[in-house]
């Protein structure tokens, strides 16, 4: 096989990884609350903002930026349902998403006044792996490790705890669960928080990859959500074996004709697909 | 017949005093008032769908499609608008149609259709930046210019195209009204409502909402097509998009897409609005205005998603507006 083939072909796999960690959190919130957070990205941007100033303004550590970046994000996917979505959530979730819209418009529009439209770099650089003639970029490897960690802790969590029961519980039958005793607030409350802090930990493995600027979020939103509904609502497997693909489409796209033309056979790919199988690739 | 009167005297009143606006202002004036007129179409033209719920985030695609096409007929084919024009609409309820069908026969609605529609405007912004041999790319394209023109519709003095904008714009408003008062509306809120049952009284669906869906597409391409005659610039990231398909949607919120001049206040709102803070704070806080008017954005929709106008039409005393709530 041709050899930059196969580098298309394992960068796609790496870049999966990727989407699927940025897909999980939205995923979660999904599933969960069922609303659509369009300024996802734009959170996710916000952490790589505050990732960029902790370390390179201030001079912390980057692990210590990063876990307050995780943090930050998730106080704020709390703020956001706390301010944005709570006040709406009986209206049709169309509102909802639009609300979230407004916010993507507020976040980027807020980047740009506060940083200006600079492309910022961490000017952090990982070692690039040479495996035989294929080149791997460590970042992107580390972005795979921790999606696929990401994935099974989550996946452990919604599995094994109490909370996280109670979790997928609200995500079958949101009546019945509030007769069973679970409060639903304090559940998307803490779902939301989930949500943002996932948004917060893709941020901490992008900002090693791309340069931080107010408008990447749209580089990487609309690939997001197609996942999220590719995979099926809430459906963590589902989500990850449609982030490979699409990434698989990018890649193997972007090697024959141009990286454009590659994202759009992956939206026609997700346009066409809607219409297959409209609850997900993995729907029985 | 007083009724119809009522309702279209304020219209003609405003319409012959926006007739008189090229007297008394200056070119800069004017040109606001142009894009404001003709945004204001483009939003009321999604309106029709939006207050049906069909929430389509997909209309950058139509404008792109609306606005590059006869563009690129004129540069390199010498094709008079008089001709891309029609073709581009053409092409655009040929789109709406394809992406339409599929939607409404397999019943992608909500969200799902928001996504779908989305995954739509990013292909054709994505089309006309990898076509960059031709569409000159994300740098943008200008149609070749010879001066004052009909055949090219190409007009310096800005009087023309104020004229044209506003004859458009009243289209736009007439064609909100026929769908406002014809039997279509009542279908197409039955549908909002409840689907299912809709179809069980004897309503067409698919036909009710393939037929506003094209009416939509075609009314934002001829849109797009007299942006990019009056300009004379055509970027794929102001004309295309899922940016310009949220802007889109906003505008038609934030005026309240319920109303006829909903729309039309929208674009005022969103045009004006980033001039007047430019020239009160100048050019150092470029995002100051979009960062004022997302935050807006979200009261609008989370406090009053009836828009401005649906506000001002609360205080007023007057029969009560028929709503197509689309409560889920």
């Known amino acids: ?64 930026a990063c876990l307050v970046a995780i943090v930050g994000v998730a106080a704020l996917g709390l703020l956001l349902h706390l301010v944005i979505i709570s006040p709406i959530l009986g209206s049709a979730p169309i509102n909802q998403l639009l609300a979230t819209g407004g916010m993507l418009f507020f976040l980027q529009s807020l980047a740009t006044l506060l940083f200006g439209t600079d492309f910022r770099n961490i000017g952090l650089r990982l070692p690039i792996i040479e495996l035989g003639d294929i080149f791997i970029s460590f970042s992107r490897l580390l972005a795979f490790g921790a999606a696929l960690l990401g994935a099974v802790l989550l996946y452990l969590f919604l599995a094994k705890t109490y909370l996280g029961i109670a979790i997928r519980a609200i995500a079958q039958d949101r009546e019945i669960m509030g007769l069973m005793g679970v409060d639903q607030r304090r559940i998307y409350l803490i779902t939301s928080a989930i949500g943002g802090g996932l948004a917060g930990l893709a941020a901490c493995l992008l900002v090693l990859q791309y340069d931080v600027h107010p408008f990447i979020g749209l580089s990487f939103g609309p690939i997001t959500f197609m996942i999220c509904v590719l995979g099926g609502l809430g459906n963590m497997i589902g989500g990850f074996v449609a982030a490979f693909i699409m990434s698989q489409i990018i890649a193997i796209g972007g090697f024959f004709f141009s990286i454009e033309i590659s994202y759009v056979l992956a939206f026609i790919f997700f346009i066409v697909l809607m219409f297959i199988r409209p609850q997900g690739i993995l729907a029985r | 017949m007083s009724g119809i009167a009522a309702r279209a005297a304020p219209l003609v009143v405003a319409a012959a005093v926006l007739a008189c606006v090229p007297l008394v202002t200056r070119d800069y004036f004017l040109h606001i008032a142009i894009q404001i007129l003709l945004w204001g179409f483009i939003y009321t033209s999604w309106s029709l769908m939006g207050k049906f719920g069909l929430v389509s985030l997909g209309h ?40 339409g069908y599929p939607c409404f026969r397999l019943r992608v609605i909500g969200h799902y259709f928001a996504l779908v529609t989305l995954a739509l405007s990013q292909v054709v912004l994505l089309i006309i930046v990898a076509g960059r041999d031709i569409t000159g790319g994300s740098l943008g394209m200008t149609p070749k210019t010879v001066g ?178 689309p409560a889920e």
């Open chain 2, 148 to 325: 004052h023109s009909w055949y090219a519709l190409q007009f310096p003095d800005k009087t023309y195209f104020y004229a044209i904008a506003l004859a458009v714009w009243v289209i736009g408003i007439v064609v909100w009204h026929w769908v406002d008062r014809g039997m279509g509306r009542a279908a197409l809120e039955a549908i909002a409502e409840d689907e299912g049952a809709a179809a069980a009284l004897g309503i067409d669906v698919m036909r009710e909402k393939l037929r506003i869906t094209v009416t939509s597409a075609v009314l934002t391409a001829f849109g797009g097509a007299l942006l990019a005659q009056y300009l004379l610039y055509l970027n794929p990231d102001t004309l295309s998009g899922i940016a310009v398909s949220l802007q889109i949607v906003f505008a038609a919120i934030a005026g309240g897409m319920y109303s006829a001049l909903g729309p039309t206040v929208g674009g005022l709102f969103t045009i004006a609005l980033p001039e007047i803070l430019r020239i009160w704070f100048g050019t150092n806080f470029v995002g100051a205005a979009n960062t004022i008017y997302g935050a807006l954005l979200v009261v609008f929709i989370v406090f009053m998603p009836r828009g401005i106008v649906g506000l001002v039409e609360r205080r007023l005393p007057r029969q009560p507006v028929a709503t197509a709530n």
């Open chain 2, 60 to 99: 950058g695609a139509f404008l792109g499609i609306g606005a590059y096409v006869p563009a690129l007929l004129w540069n390199y084919q010498e094709v008079t608008p008089w001709l891309g024009i029609p073709l581009s609409i053409v092409l655009a309820a040929l789109l709406a149609v394809v992406i």
């Open chain 1, 1 to 64: 096989m041709d050899i930059y083939l196969l580098e298309a072909i394992i960068n796609g796999i790496l870049l999966g990884g990727v989407l699927a960690l940025l897909a999980l959190g939205l995923n979660l919130v999904f599933g969960v609350i069922d609303v659509v957070w369009i300024c996802y990205a734009e959170l996710v941007m916000c952490g790589m903002y505050a990732i960029y100033w902790l370390h390179v303004f201030y001079g912390w550590p980057i692990l210590l």
